[in-house]
């Protein structure tokens, strides 16, 4: 079995507790870091990913490791459901994710909830998309989040992942490799309080089973016509699947 990496290698602790650690540690310095160490390019991505929903038009979306909102945000934007809710392990993360929606006037739209994407608290078939974000490649259980995910969709709903994934073609190979091993690492240090995050963050990418190892797992669990469309010469991918 392929070693399980985690925040602070730390066996008394599930990956699950270390993750929601990490996070809560870094929730204030997340979104200036997520935008700086990107250079912008996450918010078109995560812009991308959501436009794989405009067709279905979703009325109640569930946007899984939700964070500090984003991706919700996002999608209201773009898609202007009548509600979307957003789940997390962080208590940390989800204070900054209601101090924007309260500061954006966004309460009646943008519910937020603790909660585990391995046990999600709602009912089977309840919602018309479901969406992830970088979330799936921090999840204990990888089958087990992406079974429950596939659970809580309604028949015919879409789920959209956006992650990371591993470029193969020489030199964003080479670059990126640099960058994110090295740059990313230092600059991650200097700026959030956490000095094991950014070093989490390389080491977690290059375990994710990426590409159609991952459609091959949302298969397994159920979905059908899963698709995987590389971004930034497969620097992230977004995949899709229906129930
Ligand atoms: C990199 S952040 C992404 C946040 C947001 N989706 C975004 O796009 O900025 C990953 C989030 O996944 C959450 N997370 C990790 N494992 C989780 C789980 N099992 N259930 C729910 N949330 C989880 C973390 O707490 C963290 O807030």
């Known amino acids: 079995m392929s070693k399980i ?14 993750v929601a650690d990490m996070f809560n540690n870094i929730s204030k310095t997340y979104d200036f870091l997520n935008h700086f160490l990107s250079l912008g390019i996450d918010i078109i991505w995560r812009k991308k990913a959501i436009n794989e929903l405009k067709e279905n038009q979703p009325k109640l979306i569930l946007d899984v490791a939700t964070g500090t ?13 009548e509600k979307i809710i957003g789940v997390d392990i962080s208590q940390g993360m989800l ?4 101090q924007k929606i309260t500061k954006r006037g966004l309460g009646d739209k943008f519910e937020i909830k603790l909660g585990d994407s391995e046990k999600l608290p709602f ?12 979330g799936v490649r921090n999840f204990e259980h990888l089958e087990k989040g992406l079974a429950d995910i596939q659970r809580v969709l309604k028949t015919g709903g879409k789920a959209v992942v956006l992650e990371f994934s591993k470029p193969k073609a020489f030199p964003v190979k080479q670059l990126y490799n640099f960058y994110f091993n090295y740059i990313t690492p230092g600059i991650g240090k200097l700026f959030s309080k956490d000095s094991r995050a950014y070093t989490y963050l390389p ?8 590409g159609e190892r991952f459609t091959a797992m ?4 159920g979905f059908k016509n899963t698709k995987c469309r590389p971004l930034a010469f497969g620097i992230c991918s977004i995949y899709t699947g229906i129930k």
């Open 218 to 221: 949302m298969e397994k669990v």
């Open 5 to 18: 990496v985690t925040p602070y290698q730390n066996e008394q602790v599930t990956k699950k507790e270390q």
């Open 69 to 81: 909102g984003d991706f919700a945000f996002e999608a209201l934007s773009i898609l202007k459901p």
């Open 95 to 98: 204070d900054i994710a209601q």
């Open 203 to 210: 080491e977690s990418v290059a375990a994710f089973p990426d």
């Open 123 to 134: 009912s089977d078939n309840q919602f018309d998309a479901v969406t992830v974000a970088y």
